[in-house]
C-alpha cells in the first residue's frame, strides 16, 4: 500500500487570528486534548499531518490544529480563487443537507462557522456537502466539498440581479399533466392565485412540474407525515418565527434552483397562515421569467386581502366556488 503524501502544516499565528477563529480554534484544540496520543496520530495521518509519529502530544496538538485552521485562511499564490475551504480527500464524517444563515449558520443541526460560510460565498437554501468534526461536543463544519454539487464560480448570479425576461411557455413540459387542466396555457414567471385551492390540487400541481417545491403552512400535524418529501411543511402548531423561517427557507431554495438556471414551480398552499406581510409579498413577488431560468409561484390566497394588493400583481386569478 502506497503510503500518502505528508504535506508541511502551515503555521499559523494565533494572535493574528480573527477573535472568531480564535474561538474556533481553541475549541478544535480542546476537543483533540481529549484523546490519547496513539489516536490523535492516527487522526494526523489521515490529516496529512507531517510526521506525526515524532512529534510530543502538545507539538501534534499544535500541528493538529493548525492544519484545520490554515484552511479557512487566506491561502498564498491562491488570491484569485478564495475557495480555500474546499478539499475532495478529506475523510470524516459527513454530511449532505441546505444551509440556512440562522443561528449564525448551519445544515440542520450542524453548524457552519461564518469563516466557512463566507469563504465557499453560502447561501440559504444551497444544497451543501461536506465533513463534519465533533467540537467541544458539537458537530461543526470543517470542510465543504462540494455547494450545489460543485465548487461555486465568483461569477455565479444573484436572483436579484438577473435580468428579466418575456414570459415563456411551459408547453411540452407539463402537456397532459393535471396541471395543464388546472391552469391552461400557464407560463413560466406567472403569479397565480387559486381562491380556496384544496390540498390535493396543490400536490397535483406540484407533480405536474419537473422542478417544483411544495410549501404548506399552517395544516394539522397529522398531515404532515403524509405529504411527499421535499415538500416544505410548516405544521398548525409551529410557531409565528418557525413559521417564517421554514417558509423563508423554501422561498430562498427556489431563488437557488433559479440561479442555476432551472423553471421552478413554488405552489404554497395555506398561504394566509403565513402571518407576515412582508414575507408573504416577497413570496407572491418573485414570480419572474429569465432568459435562463424563472419562478412561478402559485398561491392559494383570498384576492381581496390587504386591498387587493396581490390580485394587482397576479397575473390570473382562478376562483373556486
Known sequence: MSRKKRLPTKVVDYDSLTD?????????????????????????MEMSVESPTTLSKDDLLKRMTDRIISDYLPQEGKTDEPWNVFKENVTGERVRGMYEDVNGGRIGRVLVPAAVARDAMLRTGDIVEGVVSDLAGGKTLVVINSVEGEVPSKNRKWFSDI??????????????TKASGILPGLKMGERVIITDMAMTTANDIIGSFPTSIGLFVGVAPEYESALEQGNFVASFDCTTAETLRITRLALERAKRLCEHGKDVVLVVYGFDFIGDR???????????????????????VNKDKDEKIFAKISTRIIENK
Not at 26 to 31: F, G, L, R, T
Not at 163 to 176: A, H, K, M, Q, Y
Request: charged share 30%; glycine share 10%.
Open 278 to 300: 412582508d414575507t408573504e409579498r416577497a413570496i407572491f413577488g418573485s414570480g419572474r421569467c429569465f432568459s435562463n431560468g424563472s419562478l412561478t409561484v402559485i398561491v392559494d
Open 163 to 176: 435580468p428579466v425576461s418575456e414570459r415563456r411557455d411551459f408547453g411540452t413540459l407539463i402537456e397532459g
Open 20 to 44: 472568531e477563529l480564535k474561538g474556533l480554534y481553541d475549541k478544535i484544540y480542546n476537543a483533540f486534548d481529549q484523546k490519547n496520543i496513539f489516536l490523535l496520530r492516527e487522526e494526523a
